[in-house]
């Protein structure tokens, strides 16, 4: 039977995979969750560990969307989206780095926006309308989705940033792959953006013309595939290990993904949530009150989010207890004094750079290791740490953070990005436009 979605809104209704990808969020306002999460023995056969990362993935997915994509194109996606590793560095005793920064935007947003690029083609494959990807980015969301949807077939891009408010690499992840992707260089704020995004879904006949979708983080074709990595952490270490994994967290899909992994059979002892100072997550697992607010920026700027969007399916996953959430996930947050303190700290001690990030991660496995003792702790690093080069140069030197390759000969590369005021009239216009 092929897998069904609900919305944690209305639990009795489904929906199948197409339009659960395709609209993104239900019109309810929940989150859409797969009705059957897999067994598991479903998962984990027995000689797992001996599979490569692309057979681990493609036998997660599969257990996710058996029935509603052939073995041959659901192989083929896989392939294709996870076409580089998760390597797990180890930088002191029990202490792993499960390093996610290894694909083109340099996050780990890519292995979800890269699997969620080829799912949307393949699902809209008959249809004779090419699929209007519609996505605002602050920095980073931008960069993976537009390299993921490059240059795959049946689909177009548009890019929506604030002039003047990512950095110059952020920007050239965006302005310089041409081809299906378009960026518009927007006068105003991310707020503006989104508001921008939003007039163009809420315009039915814009919507249904340019056969709109949206990309955020919320999607389900998103969340999924990060369960992989989960995995391929495992794969790497002792058999008889039982990990604590640590999570550098902001809307909380990395995390999420790690509880379905696992429900699926993954060995785990325990989640930690780490945060920056936007700690409504923390403090509700302590507190038990869940009390949404405006996000304030840090320096680990992808993880401020003051209402984080996957809260409701951590709720659900635990049947909405309280003491179920707390008794699988401790949550620490820590402020940009302590971040800064941690990369010097790692650097020296141990030799590793460490991102912003991953930093807070760091500080989260040591509050958790001197809390509840020893354990083997994975802390996942979200993000390179090039792609935050004035912290990383303020704390560690100039010169200090290598820039790979794959960044920095976009350095070169000329910016090419349509000036767009921040009024929708003209907006919709020039969408409108993109058609003829
Ligand atoms: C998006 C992002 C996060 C937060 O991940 P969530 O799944 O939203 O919790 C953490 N670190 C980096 C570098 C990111 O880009």
Not at 17 to 39: C, H, I, T
Not at 64 to 76: A, H, I
Not at 139 to 155: L, Q
Not at 195 to 215: C, D, G, I
Request: hydrophobic letters at 40%; proline letters at 5%.
């Amino acid at each position: 039977m092929a897998q069904k979605f609900y919305s944690t809104s209305s639990a009795g209704r489904f929906v199948d995979l197409k339009q659960a990808v395709l609209r993104s969020l239900p019109s309810d306002n929940g989150l859409y969750m797969p009705a059957e999460v897999p067994e598991p023995n479903e998962v984990l056969q027995p000689d797992w560990r001996e599979w490569s990362f692309a057979e681990l993935s493609y036998r997660v997915a599969s257990a996710f969307f058996d029935g509603s994509v052939p073995e041959k194109d659901l192989r083929e996606m896989v392939g294709q989206a996870v076409n580089f590793d998760a390597p797990l560095v180890k930088i002191a005793e029990s202490v792993n780095i499960l390093e996610l920064f290894h694909g083109p935007s340099l996050a780990f947003k890519d292995f979800g926006a890269r699997f969620m690029a080829r799912l949307m083609g393949w699902l809209t494959r008959e249809d004779d309308r090419e699929l209007t990807v519609l996505v605002a980015t602050s920095g980073d969301t931008g960069g993976a989705v537009a390299s993921a949807f490059h240059r795959v077939e049946g689909t177009r891009v548009v890019v929506l940033y604030p002039r003047g408010k990512v950095s110059a690499l952020q920007e050239k992840q965006l302005t310089t792959l041409g081809d299906n992707v378009t960026a518009l260089e927007v006068r105003g704020s991310f707020d503006d953006c989104q508001r921008l995004v939003k007039a163009a879904f809420l315009n039915e006949h814009l919507s249904e013309k340019l056969n709109l979708t949206s990309a955020n983080s919320i999607n389900i074709a998103r969340l999924l595939p990060q369960a992989f990595y989960y995995f391929r952490a495992a794969q790497q270490m002792p058999e008889e290990a039982k990990p604590v994994f640590v999570v550098p967290s902001g809307n909380f899909g990395n995390l999420t993904a790690g509880l379905l992994a696992r429900q699926m059979g993954l060995p785990v002892s325990h989640f930690v949530a780490a945060t920056n100072l936007n700690d409504v997550v923390p403090s509700y697992l302590r507190s038990g009150h869940y009390e949404p607010r405006p996000s304030v920026a840090t320096i680990s700027n992808a993880m401020d989010v003051g209402a984080p969007s996957n809260f409701d399916r951590i709720l659900e996953l635990h049947g909405r207890e309280h003491c179920r959430v707390a008794g699988q996930i401790s949550g620490f947050h820590f402020d940009d004094r302590a971040t800064r303190r941690a990369i010097r700290e790692v650097k020296e001690t141990t030799g590793y750079t460490i991102d912003p990030h991953g930093a807070v991660g760091y500080l989260a496995a040591q509050q958790w290791r001197k809390e509840s003792g020893d354990n083997e702790m994975v802390i996942l690093e979200t993000a390179h740490p090039s792609k935050f080069l004035d912290v990383m140069e303020e704390e560690l030197g100039p010169g200090a953070v290598e820039i790979p390759e794959r960044l920095a000969c976009l350095a070169a590369r000329d910016k090419i990005a349509v000036d767009m005021g921040d009024q929708e009239g003209p907006f919709l216009d020039w969408l409108s436009g993109m058609m003829s």
